[in-house]
């Protein structure tokens, strides 16, 4: 498994007092010295966090991969289509919502997320498809001609210690390994922490993980280098 380090949350501390401190930019630096294989940013619909000029300067100046995470609406196409970034990552999104709740529904768009993928596909760009660990889901991502899809471990995550875990867990590899059988690759995350993450070694052939709000929240006290480390070395 390998590392994708989502730095969100460098912008939303930057984002505090406005200004230029803490850097996005050297923050995906140090991640990927520190063993990061991708760098995922959401280029919210309210910029929120990150904003187009960090998109933009990330993609120039980042040695590893850039995977926006973004809506399926006309402007993050556009602008998907100018910046071609190594792959994109598609997400619901509320405006009201704190984070991502829930994975995105392509079942119940199907003729929409097919016309939306190929544009990104035909541009060369590798396309995820966010998704709760639902068959339904899995079907109409391959359907759709994604490559990959990212589970979304937040309901395993929440219920990480509990009753519910076992549940939770039986069902990112029931669909980990279904998704598989149909030949997409897939990633996971949303809510992994130093300690749920563990149990990510359990699903046979996950490919990457897609980890932020943690290596943040631990940077503050450990520094970022370290806080990438610790990850990578969990999760290789
Ligand atoms: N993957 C996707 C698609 C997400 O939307 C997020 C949150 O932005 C993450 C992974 C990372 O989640 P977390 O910040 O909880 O690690």
Do not use: W
């Not at 401190?21 to 760098?39: F, H, M, T, W, Y």
């Not at 995922?40 to 960090?54: V, W």
């Not at 289509?81 to 792959?87: A, G, N, R, V, Y």
Request: aromatic share 4%.
């Amino acid at each position: 498994m390998i590392l994708g380090v989502n730095i969100d949350h460098v912008a939303t501390l930057r984002n505090a007092r406005g200004g230029v401190e803490p850097s996005v930019l050297d923050a995906a630096r140090i991640c990927e010295k520190c063993g990061a294989s991708s760098i995922t940013t959401h280029l919210r619909e309210d910029r929120r966090h990150i904003k187009d000029e960090d998109v933009d300067a990330i993609s120039k100046f980042i040695k590893t991969d850039l995977n926006l995470e973004m809506a399926v609406t006309d402007e993050m196409l556009d602008i998907a289509l100018k910046l071609k970034p190594h792959s994109v990552c598609l997400v619901p999104e509320k405006r009201q919502e704190v984070t991502t709740e829930g994975g995105l529904d392509v079942a119940g768009q199907q003729d929409k997320m097919n016309e939306f993928v190929g544009k990104l596909v035909n541009a060369g760009i590798i396309v995820s498809m966010f998704i709760d660990p639902d068959k339904k889901q899995v079907e109409a991502s391959k359907k759709c001609g994604a490559q990959f899809i990212e589970m979304h471990t937040g309901s395993y995550a929440n219920a990480f210690g509990t009753d519910k875990e076992e549940e939770e867990f039986l069902k990112l590899k029931t669909a980990a390994k279904y998704a598989q059988e149909l030949g997409l690759k897939v990633n996971a995350g949303h809510g992994l922490n130093y300690t749920n993450v563990k149990r990510m070694h359990e699903i046979e052939g996950l490919y990457e993980l897609n980890i932020g709000h943690s290596i943040i929240s631990r940077a503050i006290f450990v520094g970022l280098e370290q806080a990438v480390i610790e990850m990578r070395d969990l999760i290789k």
